[in-house]
């Protein structure tokens, strides 16, 4: 583990970096520094190859920082409450793109990880494709004639991101420790989240099985595709998947010269997100339009799962109900559903918060249709939690990017998308499938199942409790012969069998109920 001296070098590397590229701070703020100060800002941009006036120099510089920095460039362009509105936007233009490796590595990675080389697994393997900041894609044939994608691990970059998240780290539990509004923030959780999250997409077959649990979950879904997974050359460094045949979402023109039908598109980018994220509680974190394409047949085809995204019951419950709410300009209970789920602390008046509410609602509902963005509506709601001392949610911040982004999809195919009309129909559909009778039957057989499982586990529990009140009457007579006895005329025995015999049955009561 490194020490604080070693992180506070990382990161006065980093520093050094972000100043070189002018992107440490806003001009506004540098010009308010003293003399000396902007003198070492200057001196930090000397001998510096880009011009000047570059457009976006923050994507530059951390992108000069390497992976883990692009990682962290784009997690923190879904927090706008932790680096302004205005630095989130310059990253959403991030670019996760790096110069490929050699082909040498690739190919020894192949023979390290899945045990031959790469001639007893494909007949063709391609340079390439797409290099990006953790792995990069070739193309290759198996010996039965299929054709396959194989993604494969930059070598090394496990070391790499190790060593900076714990300098991330580091950074996030000063600003929890010197400032309240670091704590609200909660720093060192969204730091958690991304590491968590980078673990996952560093182990390939996390991903493989991300795409099983999605193709299973997706089964009958109308317009949505996914590649299948090739188990056999699949590993911790090395993926191999189904190679689909496509039109990239973003060649919109291509799209419509094959005389795909792009309003429909649209509505299956943003139904097919909800139905994952609200029915699911599992969803395509990255589904930008590199990650998109359509098939011949006019399927959406989704990519790439190295980044997804987990929604727990409550949270699922939570997204429908403040959507249909906004939907229906039902504020009070937008704003019950908040204090419900405990994201409002409960000293918050509910009336007040709900005003608060409305005043987001009304300024966006009242668009035309084609200018209502729910992400925009996302976006504001979580800027008004500030006020009310609501700490940040970062696993719904990761919806709410994913939102921006799917909104974005969807609106290049269809200018005049109508988000509320689009969404509604899953939204509601599921609201009244879980809150409704044949949800509340799904419920009450669930705690019958778990009633059921707790019954086969009875005999079980009874032995165990056999074996130890047989351990606890040895102790009894050990004690009889010692002659102890306590206070109140009880032998600790007895009162340690009352005490197992009281766990016991609250164990038992607290699985049935």
Known sequence: MATAVTNSFRLMRAGLTLARYGALLPPEQTAQLPWLARKGLGLAQWGRSDAPNQANRISSALSALGPSYIKLGQ???????????????????????????SMEQARAEILSELGHPVEHFFASFSEPLAAASVAQVHKAVTHDGRTVAVKILRPGVEKRFAADIESFGFAARLMEGFSAEGKRLRPVAAVAMLEQSMKLELDLRMEASAIAEMRENTKDDPGFRLPTVDWATTSR???TTEWIDGTPMADVESLRRQGFDLIGLGDTVIQSFLRHAIRDGFFHADMHQGNLMVDASGQLVALDFGIMGRLAPKERLFLAEILHGFITRNYKRVAQVHFDAGYVPMHQDVDNFAQALRAIGEPILGLPADQISMARLLTQLFEVTEQFDMQTQPQLLLLQKTMVVVEGVARTLNPN??????????????????????????????????????????????????KAMQVLAAAKLAEEQRGEETVAGMAPWQLAAILFGTIFFATLLIQVL
């Open 75 to 101: 997690f923190l362009a879904t927090r706008p409450d932790m680096i302004g509105a205005k630095r989130a936007f310059e990253l959403k233009v991030l670019q996760d793109k790096l110069p490929p490796f």
């Open 237 to 239: 460094r090395v993926l």
């Open 417 to 466: 998308l109508n988000m509320w009309k689009t969404a509604e129909p899953v939204v509601r559909g599921w609201i009244e499938r879980t809150l409704g009778p044949i949800g509340k039957l799904e419920e009450a057989g669930e705690s019958i199942r778990d009633f059921a499982r707790l019954a086969l586990q009875l005999p079980q529990l009874l032995e165990e409790s056999h």
